[in-house]
């Protein structure tokens, strides 16, 4: 299959399938806590069906990718949209909460592989030239369904709730419609994308240099170990931060949950054409340099956060932090898969889904239980007073800094080539 421009009918049909599905997975997260209470569930409960999910997601990423490798992107992909359909059904039919329970297990199992499936269809199809751009533009895409999923979501459970049904049923719809999105989808793969031919040989599966499906015969080479070892750190991150910024806006500010969405969507699209602007900026200097600029200011402003003096000052600094997570990424996922080879990478994606998720399990339980420890306390440092909610904050930008510099000093950039 001759390579894609970026523009090409099949990016823009993935593009637009990374947007449904993205908006299909944040449509219920404005009530879902709400209806696993409706079902009977306690509140200290509620945690592990976000968990359940994870954990599977985590277990079974490098399966899928497996999976990919061998059978093919496009039929990998149609199975996991399909698995997206089947299961926002039945969980808006959840009998009890330990029903919703195992399904939620079980979606988070079979979850990764639309998702795995489309990044490696579009490295397969894009010039390595175009690399970055095209991760820059998947990722606005994200980004998009992502900050807009909550709030259709939210309208969908306060139209159910005007119009007469109970206020379970009214958490029940949503997921109704989060399968009609994902069906939209799934339509799409189904007439729009074509399997990408394999390196030695027709359409079903990748083959290594020796024949294999799925490249049986691959090891991790040190610079993709490095890099795996920095997405668990990306994790760890990511779940350091989001549980603590709701209670950091209360206790500091007295900001109310609205305000709290308000601020973390806003933050949101402030990098929504960055990453795409990056991923292409990535292209023609090296993925490196957005790496280093993109991290760095990222874990900076993350530092910050919990000494801004007003909640203004603070949505910016946090927004600024977003935008350097958005300049970063484009790059360091374009740096992944240009060091992996062809016919393993579905197979190696999914150990980086590993990695990411499994950092982004760790790093709520260290960074919840280090809040609530030090959060009234106040250290001295270097003649400065720095208050003890600020410490998950100021732990994860130094993790951050460190990971960056390892994978800046560690890894060398291939040189450019045209995959055939």
């Known amino acids: 299959m001759e390579k894609s421009k970026l523009m090409s009918g099949p990016i823009l049909v993935l593009g637009l399938v990374q947007l449904i599905e993205s908006l299909a997975f944040a449509l219920p997260l404005s009530f879902f806590p709400n209806y696993v209470l409706g079902l009977g569930a306690s509140v200290a409960s509620v945690g592990l069906f976000t968990s359940s ?39 808006g039919l959840a009998p009890s909460w330990q029903w919703l329970l195992v399904i939620r297990f079980l979606n988070g199992a079979v979850s990764s592989a639309a998702m795995l499936a489309t990044e490696a269809y579009l490295v397969d199809v894009i010039d390595p030239s175009r690399r970055g751009e095209a991760m ?125 969405g308000a601020l973390i969507s806003i933050s949101g699209f402030v990098g929504l054409l960055a990453s795409w602007i990056a991923g292409r900026i990535s292209d023609q200097i090296g993925r490196k340099p957005l790496i280093a600029v993109g991290s760095y200011a990222a874990r900076l402003f ?66 919840t239980w280090i809040y609530s420890t030090y959060r009234l306390s106040t250290f001295s440092f270097l003649g400065f007073q720095l208050p003890g909610y600020g410490i998950p904050f100021f732990i994860n930008s130094i993790l951050g800094i460190l990971a960056t510099t390892g994978v800046l000093l560690l890894i060398k950039e291939p040189e450019k080539t045209t995959e055939a």
Not at 54 to 68: D, Q, T
Not at 159 to 186: E, W
Not at 303 to 312: D, E, G, H, K, V
């Open 53 to 91: 999910f994870m954990v599977a997601f985590a277990v079974m990423s490098p399966r899928m990718g497996s999976l990919i490798d061998r059978y093919g992107r496009k039929r990998m992909m149609v199975y996991g949209i399909a698995s997206d359909v089947l299961f926002g059904t039945i969980t």
């Open 302 to 367: 993350g530092f910050f956060i919990p000494l801004a003096p007003s909640i203004t000052l603070a949505g910016a600094v946090m927004s600024l932090r977003s935008l350097g997570f958005n300049i970063m990424m484009p790059a360091f996922r374009a740096l992944r898969a240009d060091l992996v080879p062809p016919h393993v990478r579905g197979r190696v994606f999914g150990l980086f889904g590993t990695a990411f998720t499994a950092g982004s399990v760790v790093g709520p339980i260290i960074s």
């Open 136 to 260: 820059g533009f998947l990722m606005a895409m994200q980004m998009v369904g992502r900050n807009i999923g909550p709030l259709v979501g939210g309208t969908v459970q306060w139209l159910s709730v005007s119009r007469g049904f109970s206020t379970l049923m009214s958490y029940r719809i949503p997921y109704f419609v989060d399968s009609a999105f994902a069906a939209i989808a799934l339509i799409l793969v189904i007439f729009k994308i074509t399997e990408p031919e394999a390196k030695s040989g027709g359409p079903m599966g990748m083959r290594g240099p020796s024949g294999e499906q799925g490249g049986s015969d691959f090891s991790l080479t040190r610079p993709l170990k490095v890099l795996l070892g920095y997405a668990f750190v990306m994790g760890i991150g990511v779940g350091f931060i989001i549980p603590i910024t709701a209670l950091f806006f209360t206790d500091k500010f007295g900001t109310d949950p609205m305000g709290i």
